[in-house]
């Protein structure tokens, strides 16, 4: 009961915060909507610790506890070392036999079974954890409500980000954010995608704001903050969108009519400096590293079994074996959700998840505006992050349960993309806009 009441008493502190704080007033999307919005991912939340707790009940294998666990022990440190506790959340002066001997060894995903030489980011969400046991009081529910207001405050941002180049489609374009039945799933518990879209939205928010006037302190520590969070949780969703936001951003600085020339040249130099960072060493290999994380997953594949997995053939080294698989990591991530339309209630929401991304399109150029009005390098920043990002996802995902939470960073920008497309005169009011 106490921790019901200690939950309770979070979720109606948020609820009273997003009627109070100026961030909530947002373009074309009144407060109570956001309230809702925010009760429905604490409602998704809930349902996923449901789903990890008595349908797959292997709680070491549940990311949403594996990180719970491990973060209590890591506050466990508090009360008698509290010197411990800072140099551990810190990540200063911790890298030592005591720590492992007293704490990591302890925790069950401190250590990676597959070690890449790349930054673990379990290490991350394990330390947020930490951070939120000092309000939980080892409630998990309260972890749930933290997490789906954070990601309500990135997607918030994402949304305050790109409104004003899809003006009057407000109610549409929110719902290309928030409603997604895998971002409602996936984005709502204490578990990376959460924190992810808090770093991107922050980045990105302050990024666009940066291109149309002055940034203050505040504002480039948002922009550093969100940046952070992205390179310490899922640095490649970052990576993915920097060759389109580095076009867009040379776009916008030299209008005119070579945006496809710009965006060949930014995408070709990005390609040759992954080839360069794998001459210079092995360890900056990135194609190289995309096999490894393949090899891994179907490494644990062979272990697990898991039933949504797709027969995939192990990727041959180098570059050539990386562009031979690019037809059947497209059909991975963008096809093969289909395949699942009968493997539970889970699978036949993907499938019609997936069904909804690919008709986006045709039905976003059935109420086109004219094509000389779209703002074509937005447009192809979005289709150029959701193409790297879906690439990725197939190269190194041959399960289409996990593919489809990895491939939830790219919902919105897809969402974006067909709303960029879509002349607002042409549809419903009631499907435009809010007041704030």
């Not at 407060?31 to 998704?44: D, E, G, P, S």
């Not at 349908?55 to 509290?82: E, Q």
């Not at 954070?150 to 004003?164: E, P, R, S, T, V």
């Amino acid at each position: 009961m106490a921790g019901l009441l200690l939950t309770c008493g979070y979720i109606v502190l948020f609820l009273l915060l997003i009627g109070r704080l100026r961030f909530f007033a947002v373009p074309e999307l009144g407060r109570r909507t956001i309230q809702v919005l925010f009760l429905l991912k604490v409602a998704a939340g809930t349902a996923l610790w449901w789903v990890y707790t008595y349908h797959y009940t292997d709680r070491s294998t549940a990311d949403i506890f594996k990180f719970f666990d491990d973060g209590n022990v890591m506050f466990s440190a508090l009360p008698a070392h509290p010197l411990d506790f800072l140099r551990m959340i810190t990540g200063i002066g911790n890298d030592n036999p005591y720590f492992t001997d007293h704490y990591y060894s302890v925790m069950n995903n401190w250590h990676r079974r597959y070690d890449t030489g790349y930054y673990n980011d379990a290490h991350t969400m394990i330390r947020y954890s930490a951070l939120v046991r000092l309000f939980s009081f080892g409630v998990f529910h309260v972890h749930t409500v933290f997490s789906a207001f954070l990601c309500l405050l990135g997607l918030l941002a994402l949304y305050k980000a790109f409104i004003g180049f899809v003006p009057g489609m407000g109610r549409l374009f929110a719902a290309g954010i928030f409603l997604w039945p895998s971002m409602l799933f996936w984005a709502s518990g204490p578990i990376k995608e959460t924190l992810l879209f808090l770093g991107l939205g922050l980045f990105l928010l302050q990024f666009f704001r940066a291109m149309r006037m002055p940034l203050g302190l505040g504002g480039w520590a948002l922009m550093l903050f969100g940046l952070l969070i992205q390179l310490g949780l899922k640095s490649y969703v970052l990576a993915c969108m920097l060759p389109g936001l580095a076009a867009w951003w040379w776009c916008s600085r030299t209008p005119g009519r070579s945006v496809l020339l710009k965006f060949t040249i930014t995408h070709a130099a990005a390609a040759l400096l992954i080839v360069a960072l794998s001459m210079v060493s092995p360890s900056l290999d990135l194609v190289a590293l995309v096999q490894r994380k393949q090899h891994d997953m179907l490494g644990l594949v062979s272990l697990t079994g898991p039933g949504s997995f797709i027969p995939t053939a192990e990727m041959q080294p180098g570059i050539a074996g990386l562009m031979r698989q690019v037809p059947h990591a497209l059909y991975l991530t963008f096809i093969a959700p289909f395949t699942m339309w009968h493997v539970g209630p889970l699978g036949l929401v993907g499938a019609l998840e997936n069904a909804l991304l690919l008709l986006l399109f045709p039905l976003a150029l059935a109420f086109a505006r004219p094509w000389r009005e779209v703002d074509l390098p937005l447009l192809l920043y979005c289709l150029s992050f959701c193409l790297l990002l879906g690439l990725l996802i197939g190269w190194t995902t041959p399960v289409v349960g996990a593919l489809m939470r990895y491939r939830v960073p790219l919902l919105p920008f897809w969402a974006l993309a067909s709303l960029l497309i879509v002349g607002p005169k042409r549809i419903p009011g009631w499907l435009t806009s809010e007041r704030p």
